[in-house]
Every structure is written in C-alpha cells, then in structure tokens.
C-alpha cells in the first residue's frame, strides 16, 4: 500500500493542479493567466499543466468570504471546484480495487480455491 500512496499522491495534486487551473481558465481566461503558477506540474506520461499559484490563492482564501473582490471569490471558487472534481476522481481508486480483488476470488474460486502445496516431500514419520 504504501507504493499507492508513493504515486496517487503526486497524482492526486497534478489532478487538483489540473482541475482548478481549467476551471479558472473556463471562467476567466485573464485572471488565470494571473495567478497562473510559475511552474508547472507534472505526472507520468501526463501533459504538463500549471496549477494555480499558492501564495495568491492563500491570500485570496484568507479573506472572509463577504470581503473578496469578484477576481478573488472567482479564484477560490475555481480552487474549490478543483478540490471536488479530485475527491470525484479519487473516490474510483477503492472501486477499481474492489473490482481487482472480486476478479482474484473469482479466479481462485474457479481454479479451486487454496490447496496446500508441498514442494519436497512429506516424511511419514511427520505425517498428519
């Protein structure tokens, strides 16, 4: 397990990077390409993408609600839909292990089931 979590991390964070920067992008191409980060994130074969930059969206998110200017309230917004579209995505990795683990009883049913397998034989003196 801990391998899944040594590569759905950085997964999980390309996926918000990816869901909030075209969010932001859908809803104000401009004010992405401003707080659009200076890096960009990467994961696997995936096409690179700039997520959103932190410290202007901390400012943002740091603000009361009835506080923020129309750009930042649009920002957070973007930022919180990108939160639940990665949970959306994220909540397939426990459906797609359960359909692997229902496919391995369904073959080890099929095959038999568990059978003890004595790779050098038994002496009858230790027998049963």
């Known amino acids: 397990m801990m391998s899944a979590g040594l ?8 996926a918000k990077d ?4 075209e969010e932001l992008r859908k809803a104000d191409p401009a004010l992405y390409a401003e707080y659009r980060a200076a890096t960009p994130s990467k994961f696997l074969f995936f096409e690179q993408v700039y997520g959103l930059d932190g410290k202007k969206l901390g400012e943002a998110k740091q603000k009361p609600p009835h506080q923020r200017n129309p750009q930042q309230a649009s920002v957070v917004l973007a930022d919180m839909t990108g939160d639940r579209r ?3 995505a994220d909540s397939f990795i426990p459906a797609l292990m359960a359909l692997i683990y229902l496919a391995l009883l369904l ?8 059978r003890v397998v004595h790779i050098a034989p038994v002496p009858e003196s230790q027998g049963s």
């Open 7 to 14: 590569i759905g991390s950085p997964g999980l964070g390309y």
């Open 18 to 21: 990816r869901f909030a920067s």
């Open 86 to 88: 990665t949970l959306v």
């Open 107 to 114: 073959y080890f049913k099929a095959v038999g089931g568990y």
